[in-house]
């Protein structure tokens, strides 16, 4: 199953580029690369649209490569890629994105109800817009004991798969943590799960380096109304 988020497999390199933007003593100002940035962001949004992926920083040094674009200084960040991804989709194909948006939302809210116990909260491109249906949907869950899920998916009569992957934390932490992913319909559901504790401090996003705090069922629910009052 395809990588959603940017996070890596425990068994990847722990390292990845932060996808931020230059500070004023490291190059030239931001106007002076505006161009670039753009024309990089767009290269590379429609490459992640062409994978169906989530690898920010590979499709970022990929439209760089294609344009002969080699300075630095001059690439966009995360957020920039990820509005421009944005923006090709609701361009390009609005009324079948906002469907499938809608769609994940659905999946993602009957998922965030059989598994309330943990408190989930909807995190990743689902959340924020971006996703499409092989991409699927991604929840943070909170337990004392991973088995405690496991236990909740058997009981449900799901079948599932399970990995390890890393999760990095503000002040550079980073942990490992058990990933347990099944097909609700035809949507791929990711369930993290993180000790209670990571409920205050949540795992860093790969799109802004912030925490990532998620959406609960309301806002869920929110986002799922308002979409229906726009088409």
Known sequence: ??????????????GRHPGRRATADQGAPRDGCEAQRQRIAYEAARLLADAGGAE????????????????????????????????????????????????????????????EAFEPRLVGPALDG???REQGVDLLLFADRPEDVVLSL??????????????????????THPVLTFI???????????????R???????????????AGPAQVRALLEAGASAL
């Open 184 to 198: 609700a319909g035809e949507v791929p559901v990711s369930l993290a799960v993180l000790p209670p504790q990571a």
């Open 200 to 214: 205050r401090n949540p795992p860093l996003s790969p799109v802004s380096e912030q925490p990532e705090r998620g």
């Open 56 to 115: 920010l920083d590979r499709a970022r040094r990929k439209a760089a490569a294609r344009l002969g674009l080699g300075n630095r200084r001059c690439w966009p960040d995360n957020a920039e890629i990820q509005q421009a991804l944005l923006q090709q989709q609701r361009l390009f194909n609005g009324a079948g994105h906002a469907a499938d948006l809608a769609e994940l939302r659905r999946q993602a809210l009957a998922a965030m109800q059989a598994f």
């Open 154 to 175: 058997l009981e449900q009569h799901i079948p599932w798969r399970q990995s390890d992957e890393a999760f990095r934390y503000a002040g550079g932490e980073q942990q």
């Open 130 to 132: 971006t996703a499409t």
């Open 1 to 14: 199953m395809p990588r959603r988020n940017g996070r890596r497999s425990a068994t990847q390199t722990a």
